[in-house]
């Protein structure tokens, strides 16, 4: 039923970016003939922007980029990952020339290797040179695609680095090429795999042992996916796997969640802004795209600081705050917040009077801060009498 809802819903999206999909012919020298390419920019895609988009290629694109282009535009809409340019390659009768390999080296051979130099030689420099892509490139093949996507991991430097394999059916040593590849890689890598429990026997079968094989691997620069999807078709299982790659995947990209905060932020060694800003600097590098920080965000932070009575992370996310907007009171006032907790009553009212000529914040309106003044004020004051009455 889930995965009837989800296949659903991509077929909503699918039909609503139908109308929004350049085609090109693209003359390749390397393959000397034309290839058809399906090209889908972001919605509201700007080319005279700064903003970066990774771009993700989908092999078979004849019956495979429509999944991957609704389910990119799914998780986009949510802002579950960032907007995407998506190349779909024609290949049609073609794609078993086009996954010739060697099968015991794993390299593309013959008219495998013209492919392999289209994509990597021609195709990608062509989408860097024309669209605002960033450093962050995805592969999605399914089947005899599935297996020879992974030639592209065997390069120097991997020419993709994310790599989404659906129901792959490997051939030869390729699945103890990979192991041996992913085991000693020096660059970051996303490896996501899967199969279904009803499953082309024979692919089920090497996707099972290739899982077990890479679950064994410790490198800490490789972050690998697995799922068997229950009850779907060799076919079938290509919606729901697509959900989950992209899903997890991108995880990073996504806003905080209470996962997050609860496993890894809670027990964080060090001062709440400082895992906040190497949280986004990894997005920046891992996905070649800045994203800012948010103030709901920022707000997560500080109900997490105050449940581990971290004064300091509460008076460094305010400070963090006012750097990222200076007009907002957020940061101001949990700067003054920190201050009064302290006991420093008065530098508390100045700051938050400050607080009170800037933008209103979401969650703490100006009557609240002003009637904390007030209350401060009065306590100011009381202090002050009971200090006077001390010196007479």
Excluded at 15 to 42: C, D, G, M, W
Excluded at 273 to 296: A, C, M, T
Excluded at 383 to 390: I, S
Aim: charged share 30%.
């Amino acid at each position: 039923m889930k995965t009837l809802l989800l296949f659903i819903i991509s077929l909503f999206f699918c039909v609503q970016i139908s109308a929004q999909v350049i085609y090109e012919k693209f003359e390749s020298r390397k393959l000397n003939t034309t290839r058809e390419l399906k090209i889908k920019l972001p919605d509201n895609y700007d080319p005279k922007s700064e903003l970066k988009h990774p771009v993700i290629i989908v092999f078979d694109g004849e019956y495979l980029f429509e999944p991957v282009s609704g389910q990119v535009s799914f998780q986009t809409h949510f802002d579950e990952m960032p907007e995407s340019i998506i190349v779909g390659v024609i290949q049609g009768k073609e794609r078993f020339y086009d996954s010739y390999f060697d099968e015991v080296s794993g390299l593309p051979i013959e008219s495998g290797d013209r492919f392999y130099k289209f994509v990597a030689q021609e195709l990608l420099p062509y989408i860097d040179a024309n669209y605002n892509t960033s450093k962050f490139k995805v592969a999605v093949g399914h089947n005899l695609m599935g297996n020879f996507i992974n030639s592209f991991l065997f390069h120097e430097t991997p020419v993709f680095q994310a790599y989404i394999n659906l129901s792959p059916d490997f051939k030869g040593t390729m699945s103890q090429n990979v192991t041996t590849r992913l085991e000693w890689l020096e660059d970051d890598v996303f490896y996501y795999m899967a199969t279904s429990n009803t499953d082309i026997k024979s692919i089920r079968t090497s996707v099972r042992e290739t899982d077990q094989s890479l679950k064994a691997i410790n490198n800490q620069k490789l972050t690998y996916y697995y799922d068997e999807l229950k009850g779907d078709s060799h076919y079938q299982l290509v919606t729901g796997a697509l959900s989950k790659a992209m899903d997890r995947i991108f995880e990073m990209y996504k806003p905080l969640d209470e996962k997050e905060l609860k496993e890894k932020v809670l027990p964080y060694e060090g001062t709440l802004d400082d895992y906040i800003v190497d949280r986004y600097n990894r997005i920046d590098d891992l996905f070649g795209i800045f994203k800012p920080i948010s103030e709901e965000e920022l707000q997560q932070l500080i109900v997490v600081a105050e449940e581990r009575k971290d004064l300091e992370s509460v008076y460094k996310i305010g400070k963090l705050a006012n750097k990222l907007n200076p007009n907002s009171s957020f940061g101001i006032y949990y700067m003054a917040l920190h201050a009064e907790k302290l006991g420093k009553t008065k530098k508390a009212v100045k700051l938050y009077e400050s607080a009170l000529t800037l933008e209103d914040m979401v969650h703490i309106d100006r009557d609240f801060i002003m009637s904390h003044v007030e209350g401060l004020k009065v306590v100011e004051e009381d202090t002050e009498t009971d200090d006077e009455d001390e010196e007479n």
